[in-house]
């Protein structure tokens, strides 16, 4: 099973460039966030606290619906599954 | 000044029935539509990249009462994107210049101007008054404490926001069930992690689309008709020409909107946000120090992040060259058993490429504080210094 994160523009410099990174076997939120990290260290500081939660100015989607800080221990990925991070911008 | 007349007469005259007759024609719309358009008082802060479009839009659709919040004036940076202004405007106040423009182009328009910057202590009384807000600015102080304000006034917020090619949209109303601001975004980025339009670039047409979008979302709240952007973020890529929906709820816990908000928390966000850190740290040497490891025969790997035009000038003797851009690239090439020292022309960029060495897994990575500049200097005066 595989299922892909969507970088925002932002952070895509900090992967490689990559716009979308796919992964396998990850049944859960908190694990495939490990795996991107593992994947491009560099994003580490940059979407995660140091306590290790996603940063408040990140909001993170599944499958286009919103999750909150509270559920990311209780997400569970199937197959096919998308998650988005979408960051807070200012400019105007 | 927050006194907002409310004595504009509702009924259309013959010359603005023709005016708007394109639109009144519309059944979503018609005469009592546009009647709300005129009765209708809508506050938009800022008058930049944003504010333009949402001005001129809502102007020439026969709103009634625009009130425009900008403290800043006209400055030549601003012209690629801020259709409002031209040339004859630079250096004028953003806020009397737009009102101007936007009084020429409909004269049945009132409008009220506020030269100042939206803050904790006067948002409350700068928004009261008004039906809807538009959120046009362009820093995350000012979005929280529009937010907070038109949570605790109950008024919806329009926001947009837009960097490089990416726009986001959404109606904030917790009065009509939705989430704000603060449900989808708690707490802005740590200083760092956010660049502004002046240093990340903005697409000058990128404001043009998502501020346009506004103003269709403030008519549909004003004239109640089709489904406002309420419960939904909409993103726009403007290099894919993508559009997308995201679904968006109230978080019960949001200490703005949520059971539990304090009513007399300040507005905005707190005066010390804790300052996170964001860079990773790394060690600094000192060409001294360097030049006693070289005599003691026990150097660290040198690494010059140069380019080869400013090794060509001047380099440290033994030193390897891989420029700061290719250094992810090529990290693979680096040794993992020995200490790197990072090299550049003053210390800045060899800084950069410590942190990114560290964050690659890299150990005992270092800094030459001064740079080629300082050994130059202090150690080898024979190189040449630029
Ligand atoms: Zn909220």
């Not at chain 1, 290790?52 to 990311?72: A, I, K, L």
């Not at chain 2, 007469?9 to 719309?29: H, K, N």
């Not at chain 2, 001129?56 to 425009?68: P, Q, T």
């Not at chain 2, 949570?151 to 109606?171: C, E, K, T």
Request: proline share 6%; hydrophobic share 45%.
């Amino acid at each position: 099973m595989s299922i892909v994160i969507e970088l925002p523009t932002t952070l895509r410099p900090f992967a490689s460039g990559e716009a979308q990174v796919a992964l396998n076997d990850h049944a859960s939120f908190n694990e495939a966030l490990d795996s991107l990290i593992a994947r491009h260290p560099r994003l580490k500081s940059r979407l995660v606290t140091g306590s290790g939660t996603v940063y408040d100015f990140v909001s993170v989607f599944v499958n286009d619906r919103r999750v909150g800080p509270d559920e990311f221990p209780e997400i569970t990925l199937g197959d096919g599954d998308v998650v988005t991070l979408v960051p807070a911008m200012a400019g105007g | 000044m927050n006194k907002i007349a409310r004595d504009i007469s509702p009924a259309l005259t013959a010359e603005e029935t023709r005016r708007y007759g394109r639109q009144l024609v519309l059944d979503q719309i018609g005469p009592d539509g546009q009647e709300k358009l005129k009765s209708a008082h809508v506050l938009v802060i800022g008058s930049g990249g944003l504010g333009s479009p949402v001005l001129l839009y809502l102007a020439a659709a026969g709103i009634g009462h625009l009130g425009i919040v900008d403290f800043d004036i006209v400055d030549i940076t601003n012209l690629h994107r801020q259709v409002l202004f031209g040339d004859a405007d630079l250096d004028c106040s953003k806020a009397r210049s737009a009102a101007a423009r936007l009084q020429a182009q409909n004269p049945h328009l009132a409008v009220t101007t506020h030269e100042i910057r939206i803050d904790a202590e006067n948002a409350e009384e700068l928004i009261s008054g008004y039906d809807v807000v538009v959120d046009a600015t362009d820093n995350f102080a000012a979005r929280y404490v529009i937010n907070d304000a038109c949570v605790r006034a109950g008024i919806p917020n329009v926001s947009a926001s837009i960097l490089r090619f990416d726009a986001q949209i959404a109606v904030f109303d917790p009065a009509r069930g939705g989430p704000c601001y603060r449900c989808v975004f708690p707490a802005p980025p740590p200083a760092g992690l956010a660049p502004s339009c002046a240093e990340a670039g903005v697409v000058g047409v990128l404001p043009g689309i998502a501020g346009t979008l506004q103003a269709n979302e403030v008519i549909k709240l004003i004239c109640e008709i089709g489904t406002p952007l309420i419960g939904r973020l909409l993103s726009f890529d403007a290099l894919e020409t993508r559009f997308r929906n995201f679904e968006i709820a109230r978080n019960p816990g949001c200490v703005a909107c949520g059971a539990k908000a304090d009513p007399n928390r300040p507005l905005g966000l707190a005066e010390a946000e804790p300052a996170c850190a964001f860079e990773t740290p790394v060690a600094e040497i000192s060409v001294e120090k360097l030049a006693a490891a070289i005599a003691e025969g026990t150097p660290p790997f040198l690494l010059d992040v140069r380019g080869a035009a400013e090794r060509e000038i001047a380099r440290i003797a033994g030193s390897k060259g891989i420029a700061l851009d290719l250094l992810e690239a090529e990290a693979d090439s680096l040794p993992r058993d020995q200490p790197i020292l990072c090299i550049c022309h003053k210390g800045a960029r060899s800084l950069k490429a410590a942190r990114a060495l560290t964050e690659l897994g890299f150990t005992g990575v270092a800094s030459l504080t001064g740079g080629v500049d300082a050994w130059a200097e202090r150690i080898d005066p024979s190189l040449k210094r630029y």
